[in-house]
């Protein structure tokens, strides 16, 4: 039995300058594992979530004596440090994009100051998960949000969790 004592939170987070980093599949694929492994060690629950471009959008919420600061800055840090290996292997010329000059990292690749908002009400909760998922829509690369792989949408049309880490969010 999950138990927490935290709530569900609306969570974005933004690549570097909006960069389009996350065109490429390589690193949405990155943000899945790191979400299916989060969820396997029992620290979150997903549920529902876009991957664009140049930023995510969660509904999240973290479990079993985990804080929602803890689970976020384990997903980011770890997150951001596999897409810098992979760069690093596969694209030092993209990597130098991200070069920063800060007195704690020479890299950097989401924005400080992620958004984190606690959801309080079903109608709120409906909201961020309406506009989470009707964002591929209003880019343009899709018509339906379901048609979009990178999303929960296609979950909540059919209850098929294609990536083994989403709990509906009436359970």
């Known amino acids: 039995m999950i138990q927490t004592e935290h709530h569900t939170q609306f969570f974005t987070a933004t690549i570097l300058e909006w960069k389009h980093l996350l065109a490429d599949d390589t690193y949405k694929e990155i943000i899945v ?32 004596g985990f804080t929602p600061q803890q689970v976020q800055h384990s997903f980011l840090k770890f997150t951001a440090q596999q897409i810098k290996f992979n760069l690093q292997r596969n694209n030092p010329e993209l990597l130098e994009a991200f070069h920063v000059t800060a007195a704690d990292r020479e890299y950097q690749i989401w924005e400080r100051n992620a958004l984190s908002i ?6 709120v909760y409906l909201q961020k998960a309406d506009y989470l998922h009707y964002n591929p829509v209003e880019a343009g690369l899709c018509e339906k949000p379901e048609d979009y792989y990178y999303s929960s949408a296609r979950f909540y049309k059919t209850l098929i969790d294609q990536f083994g880490f989403l709990t509906h969010w009436r359970e």
């Open 118 to 123: 606690d959801l309080f009400s079903d109608d």
């Open 33 to 64: 594992n790191s979400l299916r492994f989060l969820v396997s060690e029992k620290r979150v629950v997903v549920n529902s979530f876009v991957i664009m471009s140049n930023h995510i959008h969660l509904i999240w919420q973290a479990v079993n």
